[in-house]
């Protein structure tokens, strides 16, 4: 006998084989066909085979077999790939793995679901891994990349061959939000305020001044104030609820300064003083202390009073109320300028300048008691001059309300008496 079988599940060829021919126990002529399976899925399946018929043979069909198919059992393993604890933006990779209970079959396929808190946070579908030694295995590796905390467990659904399997065991991971300031640096005067802002941050900030070496503060909304201290750096700070901190640095400025410093002028001398630093704009002038009766306009030009041995006080102060302060030396009225050619005499005019100070007309010996100082006498040709200057200085003196003395008088009318003889 010759032809070939076909085998079917209900209606679908599961394969042909060719008769190979055979005698019975009685030595009647028959033939056998026999076909291997590894596709039958789990569960109940119904087999035919029809025999194709020739040589004489018809064709014919055999009855139902009933065959029951077992799924293959399987365990299913999860584990991470690295660290479980990161912060936003690394991510973090858990593996499972499928085995199953047979080195025969074909791998696993379908998909595994990953859980956390009873919560799907993913499915992924399974690849077939030649390379794990015995045993058919696949695997499929999660991917977490959103802030939260995790108790990851894995099932697998199975397939047409393979039963369902899952991991009970969770594994735990951790992403933390990135939190950042914005803006991460920046720069401020002495005085000057920042409002401060953060992203990335999960619930309410709290802020502080990490670093407070201007006296800088920070309130809980993220405005910042620099503290009058210069040129220092300031580093504030941002936690968020989870924990996560964030920190941006401060460049305080310089301070108020003035330019010159502690300068020295005589009665009536000025000085132009300049302000840099701090908020660099607004700058008020005054004299916080004036002895010499000095005064400073707007524009910090600084005018010396008439009292010399004495010290005023120089301050501005900004826009923002930092505050500079400098000395100014006044020092003592200028000696007096004789008039006359050397030698001493007993006569004299007294002459003022432009601010009211006294100076002799030579450079002779003192006058007694009135400040006044003897002037050299002048030669006889030059009498006359001397005698008119003379009574000048004195009509001068009586309209300032200051009356000289009798030896001033007398110094003044000496020339003309000497002439006069």
């Not at 002529?29 to 789990?42: F, I, K, N, P, R």
């Not at 305080?252 to 001398?269: C, E, H, L, R």
């Amino acid at each position: 006998m010759a032809g070939n079988v076909t085998f079917y599940e209900g209606g679908a060829v599961l394969g042909s084989t060719d008769v190979v021919a055979a005698l019975d126990g009685s030595g009647h002529e028959m033939g056998t066909a026999s076909l291997v399976l590894s596709t039958l899925g789990g569960g109940t399946d119904q087999l035919t085979a029809t025999f194709g018929g020739g040589n004489g043979y018809s064709v014919s069909t055999s009855s139902p077999v009933i065959v029951s198919v077992t799924k293959i059992a399987t365990t299913t393993a999860i584990a991470a790939a690295g660290v479980t604890n990161v912060p936003e933006g690394t991510p973090v990779v858990i593996t499972a793995t499928v085995t199953a209970d047979t080195s025969a079959g074909p791998p696993p396929t379908g998909s595994v679901d990953f859980t956390s808190n009873a919560a799907r946070v993913g499915t992924v579908g399974l690849v077939p891994d030649s390379d794990a030694g015995p045993g058919t295995t696949a695997t499929a590796s999660l991917v977490l990349s959103i802030v939260g905390s995790y108790e990851v467990v894995a099932s697998y659904s199975g397939d047409t061959y393979y039963l369902p399997s899952s991991e009970s065991s969770p594994v735990a991971a951790t992403i933390t939000p990135t939190i950042a300031i914005s803006p991460g640096a920046a720069s401020a005067p002495p005085g000057g305020t920042l409002s401060f802002s953060t992203t990335g941050s999960a619930g309410a900030v709290n802020w502080a001044v990490q670093t407070s070496a201007s006296g800088g503060t920070i309130n809980q909304w993220g405005y910042y104030a620099a503290g009058p201290t210069g040129n220092v750096t300031d580093v504030i700070a941002a936690t968020d609820a989870s924990g996560a901190t964030a920190t941006a640095s401060v460049s305080v400025g310089a301070g108020v300064s003035i330019d010159p410093a502690t300068p020295s002028v005589q009665p009536g001398g000025t000085v132009a003083f300049a302000a840099t630093g701090g908020s660099g704009t607004g700058y008020v002038w005054q004299l916080t202390a004036s002895p010499s009766g000095g005064t400073i306009a707007p524009t910090g030009v600084y005018v010396a009073g008439a009292e010399g041995s004495v010290t005023d006080t120089v301050q501005v102060t900004d826009s923002l109320g930092n505050v500079a302060t400098t000395t100014v030396s006044v020092s003592s009225a200028p000696s007096d300028a004789g008039l006359g050619d050397g030698g001493p005499s007993s006569g004299g005019a007294v002459v003022t300048d432009g601010g009211g100070n006294a100076a002799g007309t030579g450079p002779g010996k003192s006058g007694g008691g009135c400040g006044c100082r003897e002037a050299r006498r002048p030669p006889s040709s030059a009498t006359g001059i001397i005698g008119a200057l003379g009574l000048v200085v004195l009509l001068r003196r009586r309209r300032l309300g200051k009356p000289p003395g009798v030896p001033c008088v007398l110094a003044v009318i000496s020339p003309l008496i000497t002439r006069r003889r």
